[in-house]
Every structure is written in structure tokens, then in C-alpha cells.
């Protein structure tokens, strides 16, 4: 295995983000030696699609492709959850945007998201990637890829996400095959990334009874004579 790359971002960029990954994926172009294509893909997803397929759509010239996910008073802004890059034609300088910010040029959001603020004084062409490689928290037959992008809700933090039980579907299969091991585990409880009745699935021992509760009553309406 390669040894560990020391990340070229200063302190003052790395912890000031969404995230303690958040920045990174502005990296990849200058880890690529600023050659080929690279897919960025968040933590936080489940991919159901070979992503060599990703990998081969067309960029078109444009600089990278990322879903066209919000509106706000008719504004673009892009979702960079997942992103197809064009490693040559992109240099991020995280340093440059971070003095801009402080100048009040725009703000974090602004990068985040790639405002129209921000692409003022950075015109990166973005082209618009097929929206099923970047679902924000729902499942179906054609999702290739499932993002749990709320922060408040996400199920190994939270009980009772809506398709939490695909994400445990994966995650014990996970560790079936030791790819996740107790050790994993017990420092991610430790360190406060997961919830500490996680081992009890999307749903809670609460949820559970209550659930049950529920399905009871409703069973004693449906015999009942008054």
C-alpha cells in the first residue's frame, strides 16, 4: 500500500468546513498530478451502480459535473456531494477562496455550494450530472446512488430514517465480512460518529415497542365487535 499523503492545506482551511472531509474532494485535481478524471463521492452514500460507469460519461468540456440540487430565489447552486472531474482543467485554490471569504467576497455557502456568487470570480464551467448518482435521502429502483445528506437525520446517528434499514442492510454485511470489525466500531462510539444503540438497527428499542403496540391495537380493532 502507498504511505499516508501528507494533505497541502493549512489549519486554518481544513478546520474551518462543514465536515473534516468537506474540503478535500478540492485536492483531487493536484493529487492526479492535475491528469485525467477522478470521481469524488462523499462518506455519507450508498452507490448500487458500478461507478466505472460514472466514470465514463462525458464531460463535454465542461470543468466537472456535479448535480444541479438546490434553488434558492432562482438561484443555481450545485450539489458537489458527488462530482466528475476534469483534473486538468481544474486547479482549486483553497487558500485563495478562504482569503476571498474573509474579504467578504462571498461567503462559505457560497463555496460550498458553488454560488453564483462565488463562480463571479471563479467562472468554473459546471455541466449537470444525471441526478440519480446523487439521491438526497431516498431509495428506488432506479437510484444509483443514495446520499444521506441531512445531518439530523442520518441513521447511524438517528433511528427511524425512512431507508435506514438499506443502509444497515450494508452495514452488517459489512461486518460479516470484517471489512467493519468491533474495534471500528467501539472508537466510532468513543468518538460520537454513531449512535450507541447503532447494533439495534434503523429502529430503536422504543420504536420498537411502540411499533409493536401499534400493530396490537390495531389488531384488536379489527376483531373487535364494537
Not at 458537489?80 to 472531474?85: G, K
Not at 443502509?167 to 460479516?176: G, I, M
Not at 428499542?205 to 389488531?219: C, H, P, Y
Request: proline share 4%; aromatic share 16%.
Amino acid at each position: 500500500d502507498d504511505q499516508p499523503y501528507l494533505a497541502p492545506m493549512s489549519l486554518r482551511v481544513k478546520y474551518r468546513n462543514t465536515t473534516e472531509f468537506s474540503l478535500y474532494r478540492y485536492l483531487i485535481p493536484q493529487l492526479c498530478n492535475y491528469q485525467g478524471k477522478a470521481i469524488y463521492i462523499d462518506s455519507d452514500t450508498i452507490c448500487f451502480t458500478d461507478i466505472g460507469e460514472l466514470l465514463d460519461t462525458p464531460l463535454n468540456g465542461c470543468d466537472f459535473l456535479a448535480k444541479r440540487a438546490y434553488s434558492s430565489e432562482a438561484k443555481d447552486l450545485w450539489g458537489l456531494s458527488v462530482m466528475l472531474i476534469d483534473c486538468q482543467k481544474c486547479n482549486f485554490d483553497l487558500e485563495t477562496y478562504y482569503d476571498e471569504i474573509e474579504q467578504g467576497l462571498y461567503s462559505y455557502p457560497d463555496l460550498a455550494r458553488m454560488s453564483p456568487a462565488f463562480l463571479a470570480h471563479h467562472n468554473y464551467q459546471i455541466g449537470e450530472l444525471d441526478p440519480l448518482w446523487n439521491v438526497f435521502d431516498y431509495y428506488d429502483k432506479d437510484t444509483n446512488l443514495i446520499h444521506y445528506t441531512n445531518l439530523y437525520t442520518q441513521p447511524w446517528k438517528y433511528t427511524n430514517h425512512p431507508y435506514g434499514d438499506l443502509w444497515f442492510q450494508y452495514f452488517n454485511e459489512a461486518r460479516d465480512c470484517g471489512y467493519i470489525t468491533q474495534t471500528d466500531i467501539d472508537l466510532s462510539l468513543v468518538r460520537s460518529y454513531v449512535r450507541r444503540d447503532l447494533l439495534e438497527g434503523n429502529f430503536s428499542t422504543m420504536a420498537r415497542e411502540i411499533a409493536s403496540l401499534k400493530r396490537a391495537i390495531k389488531s384488536v380493532k379489527k376483531t373487535s365487535w364494537f
